[in-house]
Protein backbone atom coordinates (compact mmCIF):
# COMPACT_ATOMS: atom_id res chain seq x y z
CA UNK A 1 0.00 0.00 0.00
CA UNK A 2 0.72 3.84 -0.94
CA UNK A 3 -0.08 6.44 1.06
CA UNK A 4 -0.08 10.41 0.14
CA UNK A 5 -0.30 13.10 3.01
CA UNK A 6 -0.35 16.72 1.87
CA UNK A 7 0.08 20.02 3.91
CA UNK A 8 0.12 23.19 3.69
CA UNK A 9 -3.17 24.50 3.01
CA UNK A 10 -4.80 27.53 4.73
CA UNK A 11 -6.27 30.70 4.65
CA UNK A 12 -4.92 33.34 2.87
CA UNK A 13 -5.36 37.09 1.52
CA UNK A 14 -6.04 37.51 -2.46
CA UNK A 15 -2.35 37.82 -3.78
CA UNK A 16 -1.04 35.99 -1.30
CA UNK A 17 0.92 33.40 -1.29
CA UNK A 18 1.24 29.03 0.25
CA UNK A 19 3.48 26.23 -0.59
CA UNK A 20 1.93 22.75 -0.16
CA UNK A 21 3.69 19.98 -0.07
CA UNK A 22 2.88 15.66 -0.71
CA UNK A 23 4.88 13.10 1.04
CA UNK A 24 4.82 9.47 -0.62
CA UNK A 25 5.50 6.71 1.61
CA UNK A 26 4.79 2.81 1.54
CA UNK A 27 5.27 -0.08 -0.90
CA UNK A 28 7.24 2.35 -3.61
CA UNK A 29 9.76 0.82 -6.21
CA UNK A 30 9.24 4.03 -8.54
CA UNK A 31 6.99 6.95 -9.06
CA UNK A 32 6.10 8.08 -12.50
CA UNK A 33 4.14 11.06 -13.10
CA UNK A 34 2.78 13.24 -9.50
CA UNK A 35 0.46 15.94 -10.10
CA UNK A 36 -1.50 18.68 -8.34
CA UNK A 37 -5.74 18.52 -8.85
CA UNK A 38 -7.94 21.05 -7.70
CA UNK A 39 -12.05 20.85 -6.67
CA UNK A 40 -13.85 23.90 -5.95
CA UNK A 41 -17.14 23.46 -4.67
CA UNK A 42 -19.76 22.61 -7.43
CA UNK A 43 -17.20 21.87 -9.95
CA UNK A 44 -15.48 18.99 -11.51
CA UNK A 45 -12.02 17.99 -10.14
CA UNK A 46 -8.75 19.71 -12.51
CA UNK A 47 -5.69 19.59 -13.66
CA UNK A 48 -3.62 22.19 -11.67
CA UNK A 49 0.18 20.87 -12.57
CA UNK A 50 1.93 17.57 -13.33
CA UNK A 51 5.51 16.68 -13.23
CA UNK A 52 7.37 13.80 -14.58
CA UNK A 53 10.29 12.08 -13.08
CA UNK A 54 12.68 14.17 -14.88
CA UNK A 55 11.17 16.91 -13.60
CA UNK A 56 9.32 18.30 -16.78
CA UNK A 57 6.18 19.98 -15.73
CA UNK A 58 2.98 21.02 -17.28
CA UNK A 59 0.31 23.61 -16.04
CA UNK A 60 -3.06 24.63 -16.16
CA UNK A 61 -3.50 28.09 -17.92
CA UNK A 62 -5.40 29.29 -14.97
CA UNK A 63 -2.25 29.10 -12.76
CA UNK A 64 0.75 29.24 -15.35
CA UNK A 65 3.32 31.94 -14.20
CA UNK A 66 1.85 32.00 -10.67
CA UNK A 67 2.15 28.11 -9.57
CA UNK A 68 5.29 26.14 -9.51
CA UNK A 69 5.34 22.35 -9.29
CA UNK A 70 8.65 20.63 -7.86
CA UNK A 71 9.52 17.45 -6.93
CA UNK A 72 12.53 15.87 -4.95
CA UNK A 73 12.78 12.23 -6.06
CA UNK A 74 14.85 11.04 -3.14
CA UNK A 75 12.23 11.98 -0.89
CA UNK A 76 8.93 10.75 -3.11
CA UNK A 77 7.46 14.35 -2.16
CA UNK A 78 5.93 17.23 -4.62
CA UNK A 79 5.10 20.45 -3.76
CA UNK A 80 3.15 23.56 -5.06
CA UNK A 81 4.65 26.83 -4.62
CA UNK A 82 1.94 29.14 -5.19
CA UNK A 83 1.66 33.11 -5.82
CA UNK A 84 -0.30 35.46 -6.43
CA UNK A 85 -3.47 33.73 -5.11
CA UNK A 86 -7.14 34.62 -6.61
CA UNK A 87 -10.27 33.98 -5.20
CA UNK A 88 -11.68 31.82 -7.94
CA UNK A 89 -8.01 29.56 -6.70
CA UNK A 90 -10.31 28.17 -3.77
CA UNK A 91 -10.50 25.07 -3.81
CA UNK A 92 -9.51 21.63 -2.31
CA UNK A 93 -6.59 20.77 -3.53
CA UNK A 94 -5.39 16.38 -4.04
CA UNK A 95 -1.79 15.26 -4.83
CA UNK A 96 -2.12 12.51 -7.40
CA UNK A 97 0.59 9.63 -8.01
CA UNK A 98 1.64 7.17 -10.76
CA UNK A 99 3.23 4.60 -8.42
CA UNK A 100 5.57 1.53 -9.03
CA UNK A 101 5.88 -1.08 -6.09
CA UNK A 102 7.80 -4.40 -6.56
CA UNK A 103 6.07 -7.23 -4.45
CA UNK A 104 8.83 -9.95 -5.89
CA UNK A 105 8.23 -11.60 -8.16
CA UNK A 106 5.53 -9.07 -9.37
CA UNK A 107 5.36 -5.71 -10.29
CA UNK A 108 2.38 -3.47 -9.96
CA UNK A 109 1.37 -0.20 -10.76
CA UNK A 110 -1.30 1.58 -9.93
CA UNK A 111 -2.87 5.31 -9.31
CA UNK A 112 -2.89 7.17 -5.73
CA UNK A 113 -4.63 10.03 -4.43
CA UNK A 114 -3.70 11.80 -1.19
CA UNK A 115 -6.86 13.46 0.89
CA UNK A 116 -6.96 16.29 -0.05
CA UNK A 117 -5.84 19.99 1.70
CA UNK A 118 -8.22 23.08 1.62
CA UNK A 119 -7.01 26.27 0.10
CA UNK A 120 -8.82 29.60 0.64
CA UNK A 121 -8.27 32.78 -0.87
CA UNK A 122 -10.66 35.80 0.71
CA UNK A 123 -10.69 38.90 -1.29
Known amino acids: QVQLVESGGGLVQAGGSLRLSCAAS????????MCWHRQAPGKQRELVAK???????NYADSVKDRFTISRDNAKNTIYLQMNSLKPEDTAVYYCYADVVSRIIPNIYRNDYWGQGTQVTVSS
Open 51 to 57: ITTGGRT
Open 26 to 33: GSIFSIND
